[in-house]
Nanobody, 117 residues
Framework: VQLVESGGGLVQPGGSLRLSCAAS??????????MSWYRQAPGKERELVADILSAGGTTNYADSVKGRFTISRDNAKTTVYLQMNSLKPEDTAVYYC?????????WGQGTQVTVSS
């Protein structure tokens, strides 16, 4: 199983980035997995940023990103996205993609997002 994140980088406060996570090798159809984005800042615990359920596409966001971030998925491309707008310095972290099934849990290697002027 591979979850490959991309799209991270350095951006100024107020800017935008779009992260992508391409999944391959999952045992079951991609659409059956709940997909999530987590992040971990230096010295802090990993925290849930957003997730999108497998059925119906219900989404959930951390309070700190509501109204600024949007999670979406393209099941045909087996890819999940995180559109990040109005970025703040406190959004700086390594962002990880997660695929969660009934009895399985997979992680990507992470992509660095740095928000700084």
């Amino acid at each position: 199983v591979q979850l490959v994140e991309s799209g991270g980088g350095l951006v100024q406060p107020g800017g935008s980035l779009r992260l992508s996570c391409a999944a391959s090798g999952l045992p079951f159809t991609f659409s059956r997995y709940a997909m999530s984005w987590y992040r971990q800042a230096p010295g802090k615990e990993r925290e849930l940023v957003a997730d999108i359920l497998s059925a119906g596409g219900t989404t959930n966001y951390a309070d700190s990103v509501k109204g600024r971030f949007t999670i979406s998925r393209d099941n045909a491309k087996t890819t999940v996205y995180l559109q990040m707008n109005s970025l703040k310095p406190e959004d700086t972290a390594v962002y990880y993609c997660n695929a969660r099934g009934v009895l399985s849990n997979y992680w990507g290697q992470g992509t660095q997002v740095t928000v700084s002027s």
